[in-house]
């Protein structure tokens, strides 16, 4: 196998980064398979793992990524192993929330790692399994639920 199967996983991670910070749902949507399991139980306790469909998914996300004024989603040190048409990669990730742009107080950062599962669908790479692991925290967590609320108020319209 050469590195271009490598980069082609490694790229759809980055697009999940880009697909949120950008907000462009359509994207986001896009990189997933259309039944995910998600684990986001390290962020907190009453995120437990469950399987949803991707429309699913991404309808939740909507409405706190909405809520905020900025995010940036930072993926490095991609490790990934392919196995036919299954992958697995590794990445670490750097996620900073900003709820007011005109406050630099109100900021939220989370530090940790990624380990999702892909499958090769009609020669793209979808995501299955999204499992983020949090290693530190930094800022006011409080502003991820603000911003839920702002979110949900805003597409309310």
């Known amino acids: 196998m050469d590195g271009s199967e490598k980069l082609a996983v490694t790229e759809t991670v980055y697009r999940y980064a880009t697909g949120v910070d950008r907000r462009d749902w359509a ?5 997933f ?3 995910v399991t998600i684990d986001f139980s390290s962020y907190g306790p009453d995120l437990p ?5 991707a429309d699913e998914w991404v309808a939740g996300v909507v409405p706190l990524f909405t809520g905020l004024a900025a995010t940036q989603h930072s993926m490095t040190n991609p490790l990934v ?20 742009a005109a406050d630099p107080t109100s900021s939220y950062t989370i530090g940790g790692y990624y380990e999702n ?3 090769r669908v009609d020669g ?5 399994d999204v499992r983020l692991t949090v290693t530190w925290r930094e800022g006011d967590p ?4 603000l911003a839920r609320a702002e979110g949900t108020r805003r597409l309310a319209g």
């Open 142 to 145: 409080g502003i991820m639920e």
């Open 49 to 53: 793992p469950r399987q949803m469909s």
């Open 117 to 119: 599962a892909l499958a």
């Open 81 to 100: 192993t392919i196995d036919n048409d299954i992958a697995a990669i590794t990445m670490y990730v750097r996620a900073h929330h900003v709820f007011d």
């Open 33 to 35: 398979a259309d039944t």
């Open 124 to 128: 793209r790479w979808l995501l299955t």
């Open 27 to 31: 994207l986001y949507r896009s990189l």
